[in-house]
């Protein structure tokens, strides 16, 4: 468990929701979510609620949640918001990577990773879905904006916390080591995109967990984890 330290200043919590049907434990059990508007299951819920009293725990109080408006997303928000008695707000541009119909829903086999590793590769579009780039720069577009708000509103010892989805979280870890001022949404897709395919289908962190970003000296660094995954190796940067 990590602990947040008020003296950094900034500080931006990006936590994946709780689970939902779809999550069953990797490849030959998950099915793909996508834009799908699955809820929180009762696991999700509790696994919510604990992310939300392990927040209040913390020595920084949440002082917004910004989430993701597909429902398994926001139902996490409002608990962590009820908890830290703060306000929501809902961006639809932090929602999961679009995949089409034709595979939303189904179950994750190591075919069904493999072509979704090509569509991350080559920049094709899945059948009535969002190419990878397009994908990107909506999402980082969000979240760079959210981060400026962060540093222009300067409120101390406080935490802003992002309520988001398992690829968007890997996406912004994988943004932030190329680009670690928050501030450009061109940086070179192709930075991201090897290791993105690297892992197209999987998450770095158990639902409900997060990574704990902290600003300092003009960059955003990874100050602390909890509940990642074994083997998931965030390179946390001790300020």
Not at 185 to 204: C, E, H, Y
Request: aromatic fraction near 8%.
């Amino acid at each position: 468990m990590s602990k947040l330290k008020a003296a950094d200043v900034y500080h931006v919590i990006i936590a994946r929701h709780g689970s939902t049907a779809g999550n069953r434990g990797g490849v030959g059990k998950d099915f793909i979510r996508g834009q799908g508007n699955y809820p929180l299951t009762d696991q999700g819920k509790q696994e919510s609620r604990d992310l939300a009293a392990h927040l209040v725990k913390t020595e920084l109080p949440v002082r917004l949640v910004v989430t993701s408006d597909l429902s398994r997303a926001y139902q996490t928000a409002v608990i962590v918001s009820q908890a830290s008695r703060c306000p929501i707000l809902k961006i639809p541009d932090l929602r999961a990577w679009n995949l089409g119909p034709s595979i939303q829903g189904k179950t994750v086999t190591p075919e069904l990773v493999a072509t979704v590793k090509q569509w991350v590769l080559n920049n094709n579009m899945p059948p009535s879905g969002e190419r990878f780039n397009a994908y990107v720069f909506r999402y980082l577009s969000a979240l760079s904006k959210q981060l400026k708000k962060v540093v222009a509103q300067a409120v101390p010892d406080t935490n802003v916390c992002i309520i988001n989805h398992g690829r968007g979280v890997r996406l912004a870890e994988l943004w932030l080591q190329a680009d670690p001022s928050g501030q450009s949404t061109t940086t070179s897709v192709d930075a991201l995109r090897q290791k993105f395919a690297d892992n197209p289908t999987g998450d770095a962190l158990q639902p409900g967990g997060y990574i704990n970003l902290s600003y300092s000296g003009g960059k955003w660094h990874i100050s602390g984890v909890w509940k990642q995954k074994e083997g998931a190796g965030y390179q946390i940067a001790v300020s």
